[in-house]
């Protein structure tokens, strides 16, 4: 059985700093695409970072490029996300997934071609 486990949410000030880390169990991820999604109360989920399975690419909703950043530690079996100078709409459930297909050559956006989802750890951020 396939599970997903982010931890590292919070509460944290604007300006501040989080580290979101999935662990992964049932599945060797190091052959996956994987991507971070968050949902915001009545908000659908978007896309906001994809890792690609050896780590050597990666893509960034517009609105995270130059404050997040994705990367994995495959011996780990673990993928992160690094956030900085977070505002008050970065707040949401975050949630990592891995991709479908093995060895993607593509990073995907789309959360319908992630397969395995975490449940998902909360940030807020709020002064």
């Known amino acids: 059985q396939v599970q997903l486990v982010e931890s590292g949410g919070g509460l944290v000030q604007p300006g501040g700093s989080l580290r979101l880390s999935c662990a992964a169990s049932g599945l060797t991820l190091n052959n996956y695409n994987m991507g971070w999604f968050r949902q915001a109360p009545g908000k659908e989920r978007e896309f906001v970072a994809a890792i690609s399975w050896t780590g050597g690419s990666t893509y960034y909703a517009d609105a995270m490029k130059g404050r997040f950043t994705i990367s994995r530690d495959n011996p780990k079996n673990t993928v992160y996300l690094q956030m900085n100078s977070l505002q008050p709409l970065d707040t949401a459930v975050y949630y990592c997934?891995?991709?479908?297909?093995?060895?993607?050559?593509?990073?995907?956006?789309?959360?319908?071609?992630?397969?395995?989802w975490g449940q998902g750890t909360q940030v807020t951020v709020s002064s």
């Open positions: 997934a891995v991709d479908t297909y093995f060895r993607r050559p593509r990073l995907s956006i789309a959360n319908f071609e992630y397969v395995y």
